[in-house]
């Protein structure tokens, strides 16, 4: 018997990004005897990353490739019961969005918008207008199950539509357990292992990382860490501005190494082989990467934003830091080396995050969900 489907639209499966990445692990767990996952592509390419000017210009036409092709899918494939989306609160995911919403509906379709990130002003601006409100929630909130990955984000979803009785269900991205690699315990309290990993774009608050480095140096704490800093640049030459804002401090390449992009086994024993996780970014909504730390027992360093209000313990698992405030970044560091205990719990919580937030647990929850959408229709 031909199973139910779910079709779910994001960027190309080849695209850099934590929602792709949620998305290729999140189908290759999907397991369901009543449910199969169909994707479908909607947005720019993945090659044009590197070329934001040309990934303008052809943006409108990819879109209106993708939209013709969504609807042919939805004509003719009679088993498309579910359409997800996954918008972030800005103008344009929600105007891409928005119109693949509506033709669903009109479709007869069941919705599943789950929101990948959250955006004060955009917010802001939607709970100010009683127009752009009423559009909101008559397309995103009326008959729809809305996903969000922080308490917060429910909050404000209900205050913008106060009698809305549709589900909101609050729930992580994930990780796959079975790639976390078992923490080593840094037999020699110093230097403290720190590392940020995550694009490096001044939205990321790897400027205020800096600064806060820059003043270990002016107080002679430096030696007490040696940092790694991974990932790919958002713009060309992006990587060395910082490295010339380091040798401003006159900090030397021994004690901060630009790793590049790791990805895979070797991400994951490099988790294991750092004590500390900085990520002291303006705005997210629950990155993998928190997770990936937190499964491998490092210590969080991480700004009040997003689903990290909601994850981050102080002085449990992490601490809290102001956002764009090196000065506040750099006593959390002090606060690691005035504390050597300061991660004895590594192994328990590793344990618990690890199974927290595997992709197998969040895949039933799913199907759970999708299996409840499609009785109910």
């Known amino acids: 018997m031909p199973l139910n489907k779910v079709l779910i639209l994001t960027n190309p499966l080849n695209h850099e990004g934590g929602v792709v990445n949620y998305y290729n692990l999140f189908f290759k767990h999907f397991e369901s005897n009543s449910i199969a996952l169909k994707h479908g592509s909607i947005g720019s390419r993945a090659y044009l990353f590197y070329y934001p000017i040309l990934k303008r210009l052809l943006y409108p036409f990819f879109y209106v490739f993708d939209v013709f092709l969504y609807v042919l899918k939805l004509i ?11 918008p972030s609160l800005i103008p344009v995911p929600l105007i891409r969005d928005g119109l693949l919403v509506l033709i669903a509906k009109l479709l007869g379709k069941k919705i599943v918008v789950f929101y990948r990130g959250w955006k004060l002003p955009t917010y802001s601006k939607i709970n100010s207008s009683k127009i752009l409100r009423g559009i909101f929630n008559s397309v995103f909130q009326s008959n729809t199950l809305q996903v969000v990955l922080a308490s917060s984000f429910k909050k404000d979803l209900l205050n913008l539509s106060p009698k809305n009785l549709n589900e909101i269900m609050v729930t992580t991205t994930a990780i796959d357990k079975s790639q976390i690699v078992q923490p080593q315990k840094n037999i020699e309290a110093k230097p403290i292992k720190a590392m940020f990993l995550g694009r490096i774009q001044d939205l990321k608050g790897i400027e205020e990382l800096i600064d806060a480095i820059g003043q270990l140096k002016k107080k002679e704490k430096l030696n007490d ?3 790694s800093i991974v990932g790919h640049e958002s713009k060309t030459g992006y990587i060395d501005v ?5 040798k401003t401090y006159n900090v030397s390449s021994n004690q901060v190494c630009f790793l590049g992009r790791i990805t895979g ?5 490099l988790y294991a082989n750092h004590d500390v996780y900085i990520l002291p970014s303006y705005t997210e909504g629950c990155p993998n990467s928190l997770l990936e730390a937190l499964a491998s027992g490092l210590f969080c360093i991480t700004t009040r934003v997003g689903a990290l209000s909601d994850l981050i313990i102080p002085k449990e698992n992490g601490l809290f830091v102001n956002v764009k405030d090196s000065d506040d970044l750099f006593k959390a560091l002090q606060y690691c080396v005035d504390n050597e205990d300061f991660n004895d719990k590594r192994a328990a919580n590793a344990e618990r995050y690890s199974d927290e937030f595997d992709i197998n647990k969040i895949t039933k929850l799913f199907e759970a969900k999708y299996i409840e959408l499609i009785e109910n229709s």
């Open 265 to 269: 086994k070797n991400k994951f024993e």
């Open 242 to 246: 910082l490295k010339e804002r380091l």
């Open 76 to 86: 003719f494939d009679r088993k498309i019961m579910i359409v997800q989306v996954s």
């Open 225 to 227: 860490f040696k940092f």
